[in-house]
């Protein structure tokens, strides 16, 4: 696997290397550790997460997952223990991605397709002034949020690595952003509609 630096062989038993690196903290025994079973865990992730990408960014989690529950426990079957440690940390991020539904937007759709106008066809310069100004009336990072999710095409995970915050936050940001341009839009919408008549 060309995405972990290759540490070297070694002669010791798991066994031993769990112990010496229980008791130097050395980070080099825990990595020649777990590039015996770096296949393994990549092929258990590639299993669950079905994407190389993501099956490789948990192998990388999953050693600093390691490096700290290796000194904690007291392990008798190392393979079968990583094994288990590998499933349940792919379970876990199937699990929080499954309250995660991203859906693609296209850029010419509206929260809102209706527009009232005399003419019945919607004026685009008009909707988007519109939205600006919906935009605008947003708290500063929810409308960054939506910005990055919507007009950007960005990702929860990619939105929460530009700005800093939590993917919970991002999601509710995006959500009640959305949420709160449909109100203001509709509200626009109503009162072009009362000067209209």
């Not at 015996?36 to 490789?56: F, H, N, S, T, W």
């Not at 192998?59 to 390691?66: A, D, H, K």
Request: aromatic share 8%.
């Amino acid at each position: 696997m060309k995405f972990l630096k290759n540490i070297g062989p070694a002669n010791d038993s798991d066994a031993d290397l769990i112990r010496q690196y229980k008791e130097s903290g050395d980070l080099q025994l825990a990595g020649q550790l777990f590039q015996r079973y770096m296949e393994l865990i990549y092929g258990v992730c590639l299993k669950y997460l079905k994407d190389p990408d993501a099956a490789q960014d948990s192998v990388m989690s999953i050693f600093e997952e390691l490096v700290v529950k290796l000194r904690k426990h007291d392990i008798v079957n190392f393979k079968s223990w990583l094994y288990t440690l590998s499933r349940n940390h792919c379970l876990m991020l199937l699990r929080s991605g499954k309250k995660n539904v991203i859906v693609k937007i296209d850029d010419d759709l509206m929260q809102s397709g209706e527009f009232p106008h005399l003419n019945g066809e919607p004026d685009k310069e008009e909707q988007l002034k519109a939205l600006e100004r919906c935009l605008e009336t947003l708290a500063s990072e929810q409308r960054r949020a939506v910005e990055l999710f919507y007009l950007e095409g960005k990702c929860y995970q990619e939105v929460a690595a530009l700005t800093g915050m939590e993917w919970n936050k991002v999601r509710s940001h995006i959500q009640n952003g959305r949420r709160n341009l449909k109100i203001c839009m509709e509200k626009g919408e109503t009162k072009s509609a009362i000067i209209n008549k």
